[in-house]
């Protein structure tokens, strides 16, 4: 059986999903980017934590495909956000979130 890769917007309550919209092109515009064999590993500063639970708490609702892990270091280092999934999953989220190739 073959994942079905697909963002389901509409699992994302009505009146949410303009303020996910524009935390996703907030986000991304200022997180640091690092490739990894199944996904991706998105870089925030600390003070963006709640920010980046919001984004994680409603990707999980539209992209249940993905697995999402979010990593709060201490010494108020960054918090990161791990974005992996199954075969094919990667190039979803790149062509989804618009990252470079």
């Known amino acids: 059986m073959s994942t079905r890769f ?6 994302i309550p009505a009146d ?6 524009e935390l996703t092109r907030r986000l991304m515009a200022i997180a640091a980017i690092r ?3 199944n996904g991706f ?4 500063p600390l003070e ?3 920010a980046v639970a ?3 708490a409603s990707e999980r609702l539209c992209c249940p495909f993905l697995a999402l892990t979010l990593e709060v270091t201490g010494e108020r ?9 199954p075969t094919g999953a990667k190039a979803f989220v790149r062509a989804e979130l ?3 190739p």
């Open 6 to 11: 697909a963002c389901d917007i509409m699992a």
């Open 16 to 21: 949410e999903r303009p303020s996910h919209r």
């Open 35 to 37: 490739e990894t064999t």
């Open 41 to 44: 590993t998105f870089v925030f």
């Open 48 to 50: 963006e934590h709640s």
């Open 54 to 56: 919001r984004f994680a």
């Open 77 to 85: 280092g960054p918090v990161r956000l791990h974005l992996t999934g």
């Open 98 to 100: 618009d990252l470079p």
